[in-house]
């Protein structure tokens, strides 16, 4: 995996130096993925990257170095798959459509980059900060609940959708989706679409308004039996 903003030489480095740059993240993401982040050593990294511990320290002279690094190149892939699927402009003309669109572009994110989301949800539980906080990259998952809460809000503005509390709104969606998450990490074999299609069905019914709300995957198959 490799996104474009890691393309080319950057911060003064050759490009022959960025690309062993790249090779050693994307090397650290699959340690990470495969051991988890409390076993994820420079030695793992070297051995498997097949080169001394003294090229990893001269690219990253701390693991820290390292591991923000591959934060910042997961989140990196993520703003790029996201952003045009989310973020062009599209969801201020028509945001009842954007809570499944929404879901959904997480849910296939998930899927396509399976590897990168088990190591980033590997470093946010095993990673602090000396004042055992997780890494400040992981601060941009308030700033997409806060940019949720405004798609949301300007729907209600427009008469789209039902009276709640964006914010409200915007942070239990973040919160299934991450749930989803942890659980798709732990089960791979998980049905993600299946899944993310109840959530779509859930929190429209929550959002739109009566009339507009779609029925359940359940509601749909008639009443249960007795």
Request: hydrophobic share 45%; with cysteine; net charge negative.
């Amino acid at each position: 995996m490799r996104t474009s903003q890691h393309g080319g030489a950057t911060a003064g480095r050759t490009f022959t130096q960025q690309k062993r740059r790249d090779q050693l993240v994307d090397c650290m993401i699959d340690v990470i993925a495969d051991l988890g982040f409390a076993r994820a050593s420079v030695a793992e990294l070297a051995r498997r990257a097949g080169v001394s511990k003294g090229v990893i320290t001269y690219h990253f002279p701390a693991k820290d170095d390292l591991i923000g690094a591959v934060i910042a190149d997961v989140l990196g892939s993520m703003g790029e798959y996201l952003v045009p699927r989310l973020w062009t402009g599209e969801f201020q003309c028509v945001p009842e459509r954007f809570v499944a669109a929404y879901i959904t572009a997480w849910a296939t994110y998930y899927r396509s980059h399976a590897r990168e989301v088990l190591a980033l949800v590997r470093i946010y539980n095993g990673f602090r900060d000396e004042s055992g906080r997780p890494h400040s990259a992981f601060d941009v998952r308030a700033e997409d609940i806060g940019n949720v809460a405004q798609v949301l809000r300007r729907g209600q503005e427009m008469g789209r959708l039902r009276s709640f509390d964006p914010l409200v709104m915007a942070t239990v969606i973040k919160a299934a989706l991450d749930d989803l998450l942890i659980q798709f990490v732990d089960n791979p074999d998980l049905d993600l679409e299946a899944y993310a299609a109840e959530l779509v069905a859930l929190f429209e019914c929550a959002s739109r308004p009566a009339a507009d709300a779609p029925a359940s995957a359940t509601d749909s198959a008639g009443p249960m039996a007795p």
